[in-house]
Nanobody, 128 residues
Framework: DVQLQASGGGLVQAGGSLRLSCAAS????????IGWFRQAPGKEREGVSS????????LYADSVKGRFTISTNNAKNTVYLEMNSLEPEDTAIYYC?????????????????????WGQGTLVTVSS
């Protein structure tokens, strides 16, 4: 079974940085995406960023473009989310998730309902 373990959350002041890690395991030979999502209190879960294993194509939500960077170390089966210029609005529980693809040409999406496996969350709190 696919397992995902997110880590790296914490408390940071506005303008600061954090790096989240997602350790992934249990994949077969199929291509897949790894993504980061977040859910703030009282809000719906939203997609933040994703990366495809095969071609490392990345996707970002408009709200984080230019501030967050997703990357992967395929040898370690780990995906990172580097978060810079953090704002109080970035406060949320961050989840990593995976999406098994039918082919490497499958569409790209940050819609949570399209994702198959979810890890536990890691809390990011940005103080003003």
């Amino acid at each position: 079974d696919v397992q995902l373990q997110a880590s790296g959350g914490g408390l940071v002041q506005a303008g600061g940085s954090l790096r989240l890690s997602c350790a992934a395991s249990g994949f077969t030979d199929s291509d897949y995406d790894i993504g980061w999502f977040r859910q703030a209190p009282g809000k719906e879960r939203e997609g933040v960023s994703s990366i495809r294993r095969s071609d490392r194509h990345t996707l970002y939500a408009d709200s984080v473009k230019g501030r967050f960077t997703i990357s992967t170390n395929n040898a370690k089966n780990t995906v990172y989310l580097e978060m810079n210029s953090l704002e109080p609005e970035d406060t949320a529980i961050y989840y990593c998730a995976s999406r098994i693809l039918y082919s490497s040409n499958d569409y790209y999406t940050l819609r949570p309902m399209r994702w198959d496996y979810w890890g536990q969350g890691t809390l990011v709190t940005v103080s003003s």
